[in-house]
């Protein structure tokens, strides 16, 4: 039995006067229940052909601006130690230690901070995640 097939065109023509109806309206499903029989299917497949059209993909990652190795409020406590270290280290020509050189201290001896003693484990925080 050949399967019968709702036209993508004909299927987007129906979505304009049913979006904005609320989902449980009357005058949703009398639409629905019209179109379904015109094409001779069933409601549910209508349903489901409506649910499987194809929305455009984000460009993005749904975490992006979220760091993923370590939590954000752990981060801002290691940016402020950075950019601290920063401005101490910086000598009278204005010439101070780079991002990763100060990583890099912070990982092999860590530092005392107000928060306590503050040790990222190795390879933890990057030069990239910081800046």
């Known amino acids: ?50 649910r499987e059209r194809k929305k455009p993909k984000s460009l993005r990652r749904s975490d992006y601006g979220n760091p993923r190795s370590i939590e954000k409020k752990d981060l801002k406590k290691y940016c402020e130690v950075i950019a601290a270290i920063k401005i101490k280290s910086s000598n009278r020509k204005g010439h101070r230690l780079s991002t990763a050189e100060i990583i890099r201290i ?20 990057k030069k990239s995640t910081i800046i």
Do not use: W
């Open 106 to 125: 912070l990982e092999i001896h860590g530092v005392d901070t107000p928060y306590g003693y503050l040790k990222p484990p190795k390879g933890m925080i």
């Open 1 to 50: 039995m050949p399967q019968k097939r709702i036209p993508e065109e004909r299927l987007f023509e129906l979505i304009n006067p049913i979006e904005p109806l609320p989902f449980r309206s009357s005058e949703r499903k009398k639409t629905i229940i019209e179109f379904a029989d015109l094409y001779g299917v069933s409601i549910n497949t209508v349903y489901r052909r409506l």
